[in-house]
Every structure is written in structure tokens, then in C-alpha cells.
């Protein structure tokens, strides 16, 4: 191949000056001519750092090149203390330590290969920014970057760049225990071949998950390692209700479980719980109680009564269950009292005025249970229309009235004794 040296046009430039620590940049080197007003940036060269000062150069009116000064440095590492004090000592002023100095960051001798040589095997000492060439044996490809440069990534120790091998570059069988690989599989792993692992239940990964064949044989990052997991015991299961993740097998530390209780049922605990580093749920699992108190009998204790109560009249009762919960039931007065076993139900929607009510016909009226209401013609359904029974044994809504009948009512007050604790409840 002939070489043609570079011949400037007239206006042009000479080709931009070379540096010992930099070079130009890849976009500026195939470049054929540099007219008046050029600008080249210039880089680092390999085993070089930056420093302050002007990257660039610029063609000037005269045809010549503006001064661009060295930039790049060496990276030396400081050897001895980086601080001195001045102390008093037997009446005289004298530093601490002794005065620290700057060497060059050195790198051991760039590594032998089979079937193949560099161009420093005859230096006896290799320093940042050094660079070494590596050729193969005939016969023998060359696997990686020929070429490699001390460098140093804490600015201590020195180490190369890189690593190169002659010949086809083959790595053992990954082997993960208790674990598999996922991408990747082969019979023959060779040089830059990425595989990629997973653990298996009730493990989890310490390491990369993926690893790749490097020119000496060996697999960078480490195969990582699936260690047993911390998991707790399944969570249990509690009556009258039910948690999420009823299907999974295995509940490593972190994992989160959450309890949720039947219709009619309150739920008395922690409604979420997780399984903590040690193996041990978070708190203790919750309950779910009806919501009216267990065994509860009520004893109604009436005074202040201005007018009797008939058999089959309607009051209001105010239950205060505890401190945060306070329910009201609607209830028929009747001589007996019976007692029989918590269904959330509520009594018969009331009839109203010049209007009607679906499910006529129904006795019993659960929780869910929709009541839709209708007025007759010419009048106007002031409330709500449609009321469900919830889960506290009331209605929604009170009953609506059709406008046009007005009647007052009188408020009778209750006050009641609790002793606690029921699935049972007055009834006729």
C-alpha cells in the first residue's frame, strides 16, 4: 500500500498538529484538507487522563494552526502521607513525616499467552499509559484486543486493560446448584458467550444473573450461587374468612398476606401481615367476629316512657359495641323475646303513604337485599327510592315518603345494658 503525504491546498491548512498525550479525534483523521476557519478537536490517548486546558485547534487567516496546548497527562499515585503538621519538638519547629512524593502508577508485566507474543517483552518495567501489542502464531486466531494499555481504576494499583488469547477460546460448563440456566444453553461455550441463570423456589441469587466467556477461559461475573431463602411457615387460616395468596407454596421474608372476612363479619387483628427477615409472620393472624357481640344478651331497661308500647310498634335501639363502633337496630315490641342464632337480616321495609314497595311478598329480607319504592300517581317520592339492607342489620336509607300525607312521630329513648358477648339477637 503507497502512502501519500498530506499536500495542503492553497488557503488551506497544514495537517493539525500532533500531540505525544492526544490525537484527533475519528471524525477529523480521514479528513482530506482544512480550509481557513477549521476547527479539530483532539482525545486522551490511551493510559492518558485530562487535565485543564484547550482541546481544541483552529485554522487561521495565516494558514496556521492555533496553538493547542498538552492536555492529557499521566496518572501518578502519591506514596506517603498526603497531610504534614508543623509541631514544637525540644524547642523547635519540625514537620511530621516525612515530605511525600508522586511516581507514576506502575502494572505488573502484561500477562503470557500460549501460541502467541507482545511487543514488551523486553521492557523490565511497564507504567500508566503504556501500551503493549499481542500477535498470534500462524494458525492460531487472535481472540480480543490486540492491543492493551495499563490503566488503574482506583489510582493506586495499575492493571491492563484487557486480556487476549490465541486460538478458540472455550469456557467449562456453567454449573449453578440449585439453580438453572434460563439463556444461553450449549454443549461448547466460547469466547464473548453470554448465558443467563435463575434460582430455583426458595432460593434466591447472590450475584450477577448473567455471565459471559472471556478470552482466558474463565466466566466474568462469577457464576453466581442460589442460596436457601428465609421463608415463614404458610399463613393460617382463620374461620369465617379467608387470605390472599391461597395458592402459593413458598413465603419468602418480604412477601405480604391479607386477611379479609365473610359477610357479617368483623375483622378483629392485623388486616395485613408479612413474613420478616426472621422467618416469623409480622403479627399474629386476625379473627373475624360476628358483627354483633358473641353470646350477647341484651337487657333493655325502658323508663321515661310517655306513652305505653303496643305489641308489634316499632322503636329504634342504639347498641354502642365498643368505643369505635356504635350500630342501631330497628326492632317490634313484643311481651316474649326468643332468642336464635346471628343471621344479618333486617326487618320488613316499612310501608309507606300513597305509595308501594317491591317484594311484597317476601318474608325474610338478608344483608345485600335491595327494597325499591314507588309513589301513586300525582305524587312526588321524596328520599331515597331504592334502600339495601347492610351488613349491620339496617337499611341504607330511610324510607322515603310520598309528598302529600305529612305525620308526626314521637321519639322514644332506650337506654341499654350490655353484657357482652353474642351471635344471638331479640326476636319475636
Known sequence: MIIF???PRYGDCDYPPRLVSAELMDEYKEKDFFPVGSTVKYKCRPGYTKKPGTYSSTCNRNQQWSKVQEFCKRKYRLIGKSTRKCKVLNN??????????????????PPKIPHGKHTGEYLDSFYYGTIVKY??????????????????????????SGH???GETQCPSPQIKNGRIVAGVSSIYKYNQKVSFECIGGHEMVGSRESHCQVDGTWDPHIPVCEQMV?????????????????????????????????GYALIGETTLHCTNAGRWSSPAPNCKGIFCDHNIFFLMLWNISQSLFEGELFILEINVSAQSTFFLN???????????????????PNIQNGTRSNQETAVFPSGMLVKYTCNPGYALIGEATIQCIDNGMWSSPAPTCEGTFHNHSILYIEVQEFCKSEWLFSS
Do not use: R
Not at 500462524?138 to 488503574?152: E, H, Q, V
Not at 411457615?233 to 398476606?257: A, E, R
Not at 311481651?335 to 320488613?348: A, G, H, K, M, W
Open 5 to 7: 503525504p498530506y499536500i
Open 92 to 109: 523547635k519547629m519540625i514537620w511530621t513525616d516525612e515530605v511525600p512524593y508522586c511516581e507514576i502508577i506502575p502494572c505488573s508485566p
Open 135 to 160: 500477535t498470534c502464531n500462524k494458525g492460531y486466531p487472535l481472540i480480543g484486543n490486540a492491543s492493551i494499555y495499563c490503566t488503574s481504576k482506583d489510582g493506586i494499583n495499575g492493571e491492563w
Open 164 to 166: 487476549v488469547y490465541c
Open 231 to 263: 421463608q415463614c411457615l404458610p399463613p393460617p387460616d382463620i374461620q369465617n374468612g379467608t387470605h390472599n395468596n391461597q395458592k402459593t407454596g413458598v413465603f419468602p421474608s418480604g412477601i405480604f398476606v391479607k386477611y379479609t372476612c365473610d359477610p
Open 331 to 349: 326492632l317490634f315490641f313484643f311481651p316474649i323475646f326468643s332468642l336464635f342464632p346471628l343471621v344479618v337480616q333486617c326487618q320488613p321495609p
